[in-house]
């Protein structure tokens, strides 16, 4: 058994059949076709309705996106007709892309066969990368980027250096996480070069187009400054506090996002879990450490770049912003592995992993397609439902869905109005007692919540309760009341 990954054929059927269903997995999701939840419906309106230099500028809705992303997606909206398949094309086609690279990128840190099977079926069932593969957001690139800039590196180091760095520039319009991974190898080429004192002239060639590059992306973070602001406070607890207290938690809870569908699908203790997938990354780490430490620092200064702009406020280390640091953890995971090969049957440890991980993954598949963000089929109802004279009242998180679906349905009202959101209930219900009670209403509601925002289900649930009807439709996340006659 130890020996039968080194026939070729064995191998690269393995192989195959797992890249195989890394695009099932993908495809499955994408042609499912859910419904676009808040952020996706209100960067798809942001697509439609700017202009393209526009789209480099604050966008509308609470809303933050690489501008590149959205710059050609803007175009191939207008190429194609617009639908959740053309605005989820770009992340889908990325996400595609990066399988067969970080196979590549593997076998830079890898060196047994079963340890690189284990690194690329982890990398193919992850459930995150999975998700945001068919979801309107700039994540599926930042892993990309995660994975394709180091690879440059490895492969051409500083032989094209004006080449290379006009590519690394181009990477920070497409991913704004890729900044942090092109930070961390700029730092770890400088060390080398200072230590070898070589290449010198090629480093300063390959970092001038981002010199160049990094005052025309200031003006951009200048132009978004608020927003950015926004975010910094929606993404609050993804900061390290200055006094450590919440490092801990917030490295353990990255490890299970990581991990997530099958430290979830296995009912074990989710700490001791956690605490014993992180140890097998921390060895990995180590043996990478011990093997290589140019790779290894390769992998993980990104990892301490992010930790060190957590703490200072400037970019949050939580869930999917982090998401471009899977591969890291992957590798890590597979190395301890890799280390041990060609003393212990590795190949069983790696086989008892992989069909593990399919009752996860089945279960995982399923609830990706069952999320609680059906959007669709409220504005379905509403459009079935809606007669003239009745008025609409969206909630500010509900009007880029209505926007985006009333667009798709082709249903226009007459009489629509957007009610800010209210910092507590009562201020929403002076709103609702200053209605016109001889008219009919419908509600619509967003689950998305943003700090301090009360939520507004309760106060139009006591506002409905006199009324001659009262229906709520809750089949998503958005919810629709219907008040009235």
């Avoid at 595609?96 to 982890?122: C, D, E, M, Q």
């Avoid at 990255?254 to 097998?280: A, E, R, T």
């Avoid at 009202?413 to 709103?431: I, P, T």
Wanted: contains cysteine; positive net charge.
């Amino acid at each position: 058994m130890k020996d039968v990954l080194k026939n070729n054929r064995i191998y690269f059927i393995i192989l195959g059949l797992i890249f195989v269903l890394a695009l099932y997995l993908r495809f499955d999701l994408y042609i499912f076709n859910r419904s676009f939840w808040f952020d996706e419906a209100a960067l798809a309106v942001n697509v439609l309705d700017k202009g393209f230099f526009d789209l480099f500028k604050e966008l509308s809705y609470y809303q933050s996106a690489p501008p590149m992303f959205l710059f050609e997606t803007k175009i191939l909206a207008g190429i194609f007709s617009f639908s959740e398949y053309t605005f989820r094309f770009i992340p889908f086609f990325a996400s595609l892309v990066t399988l067969p690279l970080f196979y590549i990128f593997s076998k830079y840190f890898l060196n047994s066969r079963p340890s690189r099977l284990l690194a690329i079926f982890l990398f193919a069932v992850n459930t995150n990368l999975i998700f945001y593969s068919s979801e309107f957001k700039p994540y599926a690139l930042d892993v990309f980027a995660a994975v394709t800039l180091p690879l440059l590196i490895f492969k051409y180091r500083l032989k094209y250096p004006v080449f290379l760095g006009i590519i690394f520039a181009i990477f920070t319009w497409y991913s704004y996480a890729s900044g942090i991974v092109e930070f961390a190898l700029i730092l770890l080429l400088l060390a080398l070069i200072i230590k070898n004192k070589k290449n010198i002239k090629n480093f300063l060639l390959f970092i001038l187009p981002q010199f160049i590059n990094l005052f025309l992306f200031a003006l951009h973070l200048a132009e978004i400054d608020n927003m950015r602001a926004f975010m910094a406070k929606l993404w609050a607890y993804g900061y390290i506090l200055k006094d450590f207290s919440n490092f801990a938690d917030l490295i353990f809870e990255n490890i299970f996002y990581i991990f997530q569908s099958f430290i979830s699908s296995y009912n074990l203790p989710k700490l001791f879990i956690i605490v014993i997938i992180g140890l097998i990354c921390l060895f990995g780490a180590i043996f990478l450490f011990k093997a290589s430490k140019v790779k290894f620092y390769v992998l993980v200064l990104p990892y301490f770049t992010l930790l060190l702009l957590s703490y200072t406020g400037s970019y949050p280390y939580q869930d999917r912003l982090a998401l471009f640091l899977t591969p890291m953890f992957l590798i890590f995971f597979a190395k301890f592995f890799d280390y041990f090969s060609k003393k212990i049957p590795v190949l069983f440890f790696v086989l008892a992993i992989i069909v593990l991980s399919f009752y996860p993954l089945c279960f995982a598949q399923k609830t990706m397609k069952n999320l609680p963000s059906q959007d669709k089929e409220i504005f379905l109802e509403l459009r079935k439902n809606y007669k003239n004279g009745d008025i609409i009242i969206l909630s500010e998180t509900s009007l880029p869905q209505y926007l985006y679906y009333s667009r798709i349905f082709g249903f226009y009202a007459d009489d629509v109005k957007v009610e800010k959101m209210k910092k507590n209930a009562y201020n929403y219900l002076l709103f609702l007692n200053s209605l016109d009670k001889t008219k009919n209403y419908w509600f619509v509601q967003s689950s998305v919540k943003f700090p301090d925002i009360e939520d507004a289900r309760a106060p139009i649930e006591f506002f409905g309760r006199d009324r001659e009807k009262f229906i709520r439709y809750n089949k998503g996340k958005t919810d629709l009341y219907y008040v009235g006659k």
